[in-house]
């Protein structure tokens, strides 16, 4: 993370390293809820401070959009790592975990993008193994979607016969 540096006493100054750079623009903090000190301990309880600190300042305040970025359950004990960082953070955009349809376009997406394509008869595999794959505990969307991609490609590198095909074509066997 950006926001350890490496010593204790040292993550204050790099916070507000981060946070100069981002004023009067938006600062987006990806999966936040490792800042939380229960994870990172003393140098996250010192960004955590901090980034109250910085948002109380009148050169900060409401001159920056700060979005902090993670899993509701995770998040929700990151904002308790400070009484004053819950009430600072004043707004939430909760975003539904993806559906099987939008979870097999991004798949045949990826997919594309690789120069693979999936044949049809696929179409219904896919769909059930998503379907699957979405009630797992832990289910990540896109990440997961990814990285499900990225093992079919592999597959097919491994398969001898499509790699010798111009257009590599993704059958059930690579799923």
């Known amino acids: 993370s950006e926001f350890t540096p490496g010593f204790v ?15 009067g623009k938006v600062l987006f903090i990806d999966e936040a809820y490792r800042l939380n000190p229960k994870g ?17 300042e009148g050169e900060y305040r409401n001159k920056m959009l700060v979005i902090f970025a993670g899993y509701p359950t995770e998040m929700d ?13 004043t707004g939430r955009i909760h975003f539904e975990d993806f559906g099987v349809d939008v979870s097999v376009k991004l798949l045949k997406l990826l997919c594309e993008n690789k120069g693979l394509k999936l044949s049809k008869d696929t179409d219904a595999v896919v769909a059930t193994l998503v379907e699957e794959y ?5 289910w990540s969307n896109g990440r997961d979607i990814d990285t499900w991609a990225k093992a079919i490609y592999r597959a097919l590198a ?3 016969t499509m790699a010798e095909v111009n257009e590599p074509m993704v059958t059930e066997a690579h799923l």
């Open 9 to 23: 006493g040292q993550s204050a100054g790099k916070t507000r390293e981060i946070f100069a750079r981002a004023r």
């Open 40 to 56: 990172g301990g003393t140098f996250m309880q010192e960004v955590i401070d901090e980034i109250v600190q910085i948002l109380t």
């Open 77 to 89: 004990e990151m904002l308790g790592a400070n009484s004053g960082l819950r009430s600072r953070v």
């Open 134 to 138: 979405i009630c797992a505990p832990g």
């Open 158 to 160: 491994k398969d001898k």
